[in-house]
């Protein structure tokens, strides 16, 4: 069955701090995806990457940094955190063309206060 | 730019009612849609997709989706709720390499 894990369930953190989320999959696949997802807004995709080192923005991406370094983690970098950051984060992966994501790790809430 | 719109927020349903979630995207041309389904305090699933072939795909738990493309909808649908049911519904669609979703429906099913 596929794994996707994201480091932190819940955290807390405060406006200017840099602040990593991670993600990692079990199922080599080549595609990995964080969203942030906000009531009455849906999900709204903030990075993608197709392969290791290789990244596109998805439709959110300012404040946001990304790192692939390894096939199966993906991190997620605030760069100095405010306020409106404050959302769950889901991560997700898929494997071949197309880039839908077919699994979800179980989200990290993020409140920055 | 494609977008998606779901029409209901917020759904409530008696259980073996019957479900109609509306979807219907902007962008015509050739399209992949989805439905995904967030049940309470688990992550986010498929439940059914559609690339090409019989507009009627069904999907897991007995749910089917129904491509119309003159009427740009992909509407959920299931004959018989159940409690079980109750969660959070989200259609989605491609813009090229990118997958839209749409701002989600919550059904409530009542027991």
């Known amino acids: 069955d596929v794994k996707v894990t994201q480091s932190s369930r819940y955290l807390v953190k405060r406006t200017g701090e840099k602040v990593f989320l991670e993600c990692v999959q079990d199922m080599d696949h080549e595609n990995m995806f964080w969203y942030r997802q906000d009531p009455g807004l849906g999900l709204r995709l903030i990075y993608f990457s197709y392969d290791v080192k290789m990244k596109e923005k998805g439709d959110i991406p300012e404040g946001y940094s990304v790192s692939r370094e390894k096939k199966e983690r993906f991190s997620l970098i605030l760069e100095s955190a405010s306020t409106n950051q404050t959302s769950m984060y889901l991560c997700?992966?898929?494997f071949g063309q197309g880039y839908q994501p077919q699994h979800f790790g179980d989200g990290t809430r993020l409140s920055i206060l | 730019a494609q977008s998606v719109s779901q029409h209901n927020h917020h759904v409530i349903l008696s259980e073996a009612a019957s479900l109609e979630l509306g979807c219907n995207y902007s962008y015509g041309g050739t399209v992949n849609l989805f439905w995904y389904v967030q049940y309470p305090g688990q992550h986010l699933q498929l439940l059914l997709k559609y690339f090409s072939g019989d507009p009627l795909v069904k999907g897991i738990k007995g749910f089917e989706a129904e491509f119309i493309k003159s009427k740009f909808s992909f509407n959920l649908r299931k004959p018989s709720v159940q409690w079980s049911d109750t969660a959070e519904y989200f259609c989605?669609?491609?813009?090229?390499?990118?997958?839209?979703f749409g701002k989600g429906t919550r059904l409530h099913i009542l027991p």
């Open positions: 997700a992966s898929s």
């Open positions: 989605a669609v491609n813009q090229g390499d990118k997958i839209i």
